[in-house]
C-alpha cells in the first residue's frame, strides 16, 4: 500500500493559515487523498478529499501538487478549536475499502 | 442526524472477562467499520461490514474478537478472555459511498481499560 509522510507536530498562532503537508510519493493513480483530523477525546473526522485538482470546503482547502506526490491540507485562520493530530491517507477507489492511518502531524494553537 | 453512537463510553473490565460493546451507525450508512486506537498512534483497522455482511477482517482480529451486524443495521464488538494487550480506544466508524470518495463519519469510541 502506498504511504503517506506528514511532520510529527507544527505550531501555528490564532487567526493565521496553516499549511500541513504531506508527501506520497508512491501514489497510485486510483487513490484519492483523503485528509481526517481529531480532536482531543474524540473519534476522527473527515475533512476534505482530492484526487487531482485542488477542493475547498467550508473546513479547509487542499492543495495537490501536480504529479500528486504531495499535498498540503491549508486551514486558512487557524482557531484554538483548530488544535489537534491532523491525518493524511491515501484511500484507493474500491469500495469498503479501510482507512489506514499513519500517526499524523500534532498541530497545536496558540493564542 | 444524529451521527454515529456507541455505548459504553468507557470499559474497565479484569483480565479474563468477556466484554461486548455496541455501534449504532448513521442509519442510512450500509457500511460499517471497527478500528481500535492505541495511546499516541493513529486507529488500525479490526472489521468492516457492507449491510450484513462481514467483508474483510484485519489480521489485529485475533479468534478472541467476534463481530456481528444483525440486520444490518447496529454492530456488536465482543472480546472475550481479555488480555491487558486489549486495553485501547475502540471506534466504530459509518459510510455510504465506500471507495476513493468515502467519508467515513467515526463515534466518539469505547475506551477499554483491561486490569
Known amino acids: 500500500d502506498a504511504k503517506t509522510t506528514?511532520?510529527?507536530?507544527?505550531?501555528?498562532n490564532e487567526e493565521e493559515p496553516v499549511h500541513l503537508p504531506c508527501n506520497h510519493s508512491t501514489i497510485s493513480g486510483t487513490d484519492y487523498i483523503h485528509w481526517y483530523r481529531q480532536l482531543p477525546s474524540q473519534g476522527p473526522?473527515?475533512?476534505i478529499h482530492g484526487l487531482t485538482s485542488n477542493v475547498n470546503n467550508r473546513m479547509a482547502s487542499l492543495a495537490i501538487a501536480e504529479d500528486r506526490k504531495s499535498s498540503?491540507?491549508?486551514?486558512?485562520?487557524?482557531t484554538l478549536r483548530d488544535a489537534a493530530v491532523y491525518y493524511c491517507i491515501l484511500n484507493k477507489w474500491q469500495a469498503g475499502t479501510a482507512l489506514i492511518f499513519g500517526k499524523g502531524t500534532t498541530l497545536s494553537v496558540s493564542s | 442526524d444524529t451521527g454515529?453512537?456507541?455505548d459504553p463510553r468507557h470499559k474497565i473490565t479484569k483480565r479474563g472477562q468477556n466484554v461486548t460493546f455496541r455501534c449504532d451507525p448513521i442509519s442510512e450508512h450500509n457500511r460499517?467499520?471497527?478500528?481500535r486506537q492505541t495511546l499516541g498512534q493513529g486507529p488500525e483497522f479490526l472489521t468492516y461490514f457492507q449491510n450484513e455482511a462481514q467483508l474483510e477482517k484485519s489480521r489485529l482480529l485475533s479468534d478472541r474478537f467476534s463481530a456481528e451486524r444483525p440486520k444490518g443495521s447496529f454492530s456488536?464488538?465482543?472480546i472475550q478472555r481479555t488480555e491487558?494487550?486489549?486495553s485501547a480506544m475502540y471506534l466504530c466508524a459509518s459510510s455510504s459511498r465506500g471507495g476513493g470518495l468515502d467519508e467515513q463519519y467515526?463515534?466518539?469510541g469505547t475506551r477499554l481499560t483491561v486490569t
Do not use: C, K
Open chain 2, 76 to 78: 456488536t464488538l465482543e
Open chain 2, 4 to 6: 454515529v453512537s456507541q
Open chain 2, 106 to 108: 467515526f463515534g466518539p
Open chain 1, 6 to 12: 506528514q511532520p510529527n507536530s507544527m505550531e501555528s
Open chain 2, 84 to 86: 491487558q494487550g486489549d
Open chain 1, 45 to 47: 473526522e473527515y475533512v
Open chain 1, 72 to 78: 498540503t491540507l491549508i486551514l486558512h485562520r487557524a
Open chain 2, 32 to 35: 460499517l467499520y471497527w478500528y
